[in-house]
């Protein structure tokens, strides 16, 4: 009974497969036509060959190039036809797919192509615009659509706070709008406007947030507050209170004490209160020996702690005093911290004498300040432009005879290497390796002979290495019209030999004429007679206290002529003329006489 039963479901199952497969066959239709249900951008290409449905995309496409899309977004409408943007689909491409989506094998393809007729089929090109053309248009969009936007705020009106409203940004996504254009521009049906994404962003601060602060503005300038210190006091009238106030914006959400009238406030509060540190010293006695002068905090402003209780008290509407906040200045160097830097006594020093125009002497002292008190770590090297940094304007150098190419000229920052030499001769008496020095380009008599070192930052510098195992503290003293650098460690007891040679003519000066059409021709007058080109070089030897030799360096130093100036004049010579002779005759009646010859004389 059961083999009987499962007999019928096979002969029941195989008659099913039959009827499906025949049922395939007989819908499978042409392999080279576009199975029925299949629609491209909204165009129906069943039956079709795929030329034949590529040619009818094409023709439709070409009908509707000239035929605008209207685009919508933040009450604007913008029409824009396909050729406008140069919008261009691959219908070949998609007449493939179109036919590839009821293709197959019978009798699965006649299934699957009764499958597109009864729930069709819908194919979406591939489409592409020109980008510079979509860029401009898109900005043109972006431009009329977006809004920066504000955050809530508060402003003063006549003394008293006024809240100010927040705005939402508005922005077009771009990218998603390129897209969205490209590809209704792209489809083969018109049905109506196309909406544009835009993104809303509001406010991240409103007006209810800020409503609280408003109050306490009215509370920060219902009144007078006053500033404490050491039985000194001093009054902010609400009017400057006004002026310091910090009101909320740009989505802050808080008081504070700022902007130009507080910080020029607070400034001069800052040089009343304030009281430099004196730095820990040394001085040397008579057995070369260096003692430690020891430091002392000075005080100084805690600006912000000062602000914050200004704020603290404006807030308060009873007690409505603040304490001026005063914190220690600490010295750069502790005298706890200087008794373990090693420095006993003088490693070295050198003095040099200067003088010239005002501006010069100023940049000597500036770059002498700029330098002192420098710490140069055990085994580190001292760089004199690092140490200095640039010598601008902003840090206060002026103007001051210098050498530019050789040539003796007015520049920013002249005497600097008034100081740079000073440095050089400190190191090379306390025998220090040098590790980068440049002579001048021009010889200066008032230097020592072949020991001058220029700077000039940032690529011409002077550097020297401390090679002992302790710190090496440089100190400048600037008086009137000498500079003295000395340099307190651990002393070396190094031996120090220079040997200098000659300085030594190599070259006679150039001569250059100067027309001068106040002269006459043929007249000259020296102006300056120069200087010859010169050399020197200086030996240094360099020896431990056990005798060793340690270095052995010598500098050569070429100096470049400086020329002789003659101006020579170009003025015409005057020309000195002589009228001719002049014969003069006297008639009488009867009578013919000849008188003498009158000549000419120089007048």
């Known amino acids: 009974m059961v083999r009987r039963r499962w007999k019928t479901i096979v002969a029941a199952l195989g008659v099913l497969l039959l009827a499906v497969v025949l049922f395939g066959f007989a819908y499978a239709g042409n392999p080279d036509v576009v199975a029925e249900g299949v629609t491209v951008s909204g165009q129906d290409v069943g039956g079709l060959s795929a030329p034949e449905a590529r040619a009818r995309l094409d023709a439709r496409a070409h009908a509707l190039a000239t035929e605008p899309v209207v685009f919508t977004g933040a009450g604007r409408r913008w029409s824009i036809a396909p050729a406008q943007l140069a919008v261009r689909s691959d219908w070949a491409g998609a007449a493939a797919e179109a036919l590839d989506r009821g293709d197959g094998t019978a009798p699965f393809r006649g299934l699957k192509r009764v499958q597109l007729r009864l729930f069709g089929s819908e194919v979406e090109p591939a489409a592409r615009a020109d980008s510079a053309a979509l860029e401009r248009q898109l900005r043109v969009i972006a431009k009329q659509v977006e809004v920066d936007g504000r955050e809530a705020a508060i402003v003063l009106r006549n003394g008293q706070p006024v809240l100010i409203p927040g705005e939402a940004s508005?922005?077009?996504?771009?990218?998603?709008?390129?897209?969205?254009?490209?590809?209704?521009?792209?489809?083969l049906q018109r049905e109506g406007p196309v909406a544009l994404p835009i993104k809303t962003t509001p406010p991240a601060v409103g007006q209810d947030a800020l409503?609280?602060?408003?109050q306490q503005v009215r509370v920060?300038?219902?009144?007078?507050?006053?500033?404490?210190?050491?039985?000194?006091?001093l009054t902010v009238t609400p009017e400057q209170m006004a002026s310091f106030l910090e009101l909320p914006h740009d989505g802050e959400r808080a008081l504070a004490i700022g902007g130009p009238d507080a910080k020029e406030y607070f400034d001069n509060l800052s040089r009343a209160v304030a009281r430099a540190p004196r730095e820990v010293d040394f001085t040397v006695d008579d057995a070369?020996?260096?003692?430690?002068?020891?430091?002392?905090d000075?005080?100084?402003?805690?600006?912000?702690?000062?602000e914050q209780a200004l704020l603290a008290a404006a807030l308060r509407t009873v007690n409505r005093t603040a304490q001026i906040v005063v914190v220690a200045a600490e010295p750069k160097l502790s005298?706890?911290?200087?008794?373990?830097?090693?420095?006993?006594?003088?490693v070295g020093r050198y003095t040099t004498f200067y003088g010239g125009d005002a501006n010069?002497?100023?940049?000597?002292?500036l770059v002498a300040q700029l330098i002192d008190r420098h710490m140069i770590a055990p085994h580190s090297?001292?760089?004199?432009?690092q140490t200095t940094g640039e010598r601008n304007a902003a840090q206060g150098f002026l103007e001051a005879p210098v050498i530019i190419n050789g040539e003796l000229k007015t520049g920013l920052g002249g005497g600097v290497c008034q100081v740079s030499t000073t440095v050089f001769n400190a190191a090379f008496e306390a025998g220090l390796p040098i590790t980068s020095r440049t002579n001048h380009a021009l010889y200066i008599d008032h230097y020592p002979l072949g020991r001058d070192a220029t700077v000039n930052y940032p690529d011409t510098d002077l550097t020297f290495q401390n090679d002992s195992d302790q710190w090496i503290l440089l100190r400048t003293i600037v008086g009137s019209s000498s500079l003295t650098v000395r340099l307190f460690g651990t002393p070396l007891h190094r031996r120090v030999e220079s040997q200098t040679t000659p300085l030594e003519e190599t070259g006679p000066p150039p001569l250059k004429r100067e027309p001068d059409p106040d002269l006459y021709v043929g007249q000259k007058v020296v102006e300056e007679y120069g200087q010859p080109s010169r050399s020197v070089s200086v030996r240094r030897l360099v020896y431990d206290a056990k005798g060793k030799l340690l270095f052995d360096t010598t500098w050569n130093s070429n100096y470049l002529a400086e020329p002789k100036v003659v101006r020579v004049g170009t003025k015409p010579v005057p020309v000195e003329s002589t009228p001719p002779a002049t014969t003069q005759t006297a008639t009488t009646t009867g009578t013919t006489t000849s008188s003498g010859t009158t000549t000419g004389h120089k007048p």
């Open 288 to 296: 070369g020996k260096a003692h430690v002068i020891p430091s002392r």
């Open 360 to 365: 010069r002497i100023h940049n000597v002292q």
């Open 211 to 214: 409503r609280a602060v408003a």
């Open 298 to 306: 000075g005080r100084k402003l805690d600006v912000e702690a000062t």
């Open 170 to 187: 508005r922005n077009l996504e771009t990218e998603s709008a390129g897209a969205t254009m490209v590809a209704a521009l792209a489809s």
């Open 220 to 233: 920060a300038l219902s009144g007078p507050v006053t500033f404490v210190y050491k039985g000194v006091h």
């Open 381 to 385: 090297t001292f760089s004199f432009n």
């Open 335 to 346: 005298t706890e911290k200087a008794k373990t830097l090693g420095i006993t006594g003088l």
